[in-house]
């Protein structure tokens, strides 16, 4: 979901950099004044979407390693669970014959 909000918004800062139509010269005076604001847009645009980047590459290396540690543990349950019942069948052997040794001892009435 993440990466999708990122591509959105830098494809939004991007669609607003490039869908501007230029300014028609009515003077050189005008056309200069109108180009330094056009350039301090595209250097706010620019540096907007080197942050979008920026903020898309560590969601992305947040995720994967939320992914290694999420495979570790997975690891570590089914370690777990694979030993968990060899002891089970190991105490349950040991529980069936007491309880047949019990059964075959005589019972005091």
Known sequence: MNK????????????????QAP?????????????APAKADMKDAKAEAKAAKAEKKAAAKAEKKAEKKAEKEAAAKTTDKAAAPAAKAAEKPAAK??????????QGK
Not at 4 to 19: E, K, P, Q, S
Request: glycine share 6%.
């Open 4 to 19: 999708l909000l990122a591509t959105l918004v830098a494809g939004f800062f991007a669609a607003g950099a490039f869908a």
């Open 23 to 35: 300014a028609a010269p009515a003077a050189t005076a005008a056309t200069a004044a109108v180009a």
């Open 97 to 106: 014959t007491d309880v047949k040794t019990d059964a075959k001892a005589p």
